[in-house]
């Protein structure tokens, strides 16, 4: 089936790619969030290696970063985000997600979220403040910071499934920090699935692959043609 749509026009530059294969008229959303420095091409790479329903959009950091590429906000000497950069770009991300749930065909309700290193901080807390606009984040490489704009719901996380990856030997974001935040997810209402792999601070075969597997498993089988 063709899906047939305009760009919009919102608070976020973005790529949007329709499903790659059979769906319905309102597939899914599955939003991309990339990492300091990089831009909504960065992650289209990866799209290739996702379930093939998805209504896929890649979203640009609102930010400019020092070094280059876009960015979600600036790390503190404390090691927290910067709290007014934090919170323009989450503003940023709500109000481009309500813009593309009303602009796009795509399905209605809670969507999907995978995010890379910042961008999987941005996708944990924008999930954890937000809970009923996420059926399911995927965040690699990154961790949970401290809450900085909006209280983290944590007694109202039943019915959301988080995936968490991070490489052992990430010299970026250290292992510490996503064991930390394993501590506390783990212990929440969510559904939650937690796993390590020997590689730094980068997306693996085996690490997508399993990615992949947490999406279609909240999917479900695809309908037969």
Request: net charge neutral; with cysteine.
């Amino acid at each position: 089936m063709r899906i047939d749509f305009k760009q919009l026009n919102s608070t976020l530059k973005h790529v949007a790619l329709p499903p790659r294969g059979p769906s319905t008229s309102q597939p899914p959303l599955l939003l991309l969030l990339h990492g300091r420095g990089a831009d909504e091409h960065d992650l289209i790479p990866i799209t290739h290696y996702l379930d093939s329903r998805f209504f896929l959009i890649a979203v640009r950091a609102p930010l400019k970063c020092s070094y280059g590429g876009s960015t979600w906000f600036e790390i503190l000497d404390n090691g927290l985000p910067d709290p007014k950069e934090f919170r323009s770009s989450f503003d940023a991300l709500h109000t481009f997600i309500e813009d593309a749930h009303a602009h796009y065909p795509v399905a209605p309700g809670p969507l999907y979220i995978f995010g890379f290193s910042m961008g999987a901080m941005m996708a944990l807390s924008y999930t954890l403040a937000l809970p009923s606009m996420v059926r399911g984040v995927a965040a690699h490489s990154g961790y949970l910071p401290d809450e900085i704009h909006r209280p983290y719901q944590w007694n109202h996380l039943r019915g959301v499934s988080i995936f968490q990856g991070h490489g052992v030997q990430d010299p970026v974001v250290p292992i510490a920090r996503a064991r930390k935040t394993h501590d506390f997810l783990s212990r929440s209402d969510a559904s939650y699935t937690y796993k390590e792999y020997e590689i730094q601070h980068q997306i693996s075969e085996q690490s997508i692959a399993d990615i992949n597997a947490f999406y279609q498993g909240l999917l479900g089988p695809a309908p037969r043609t």
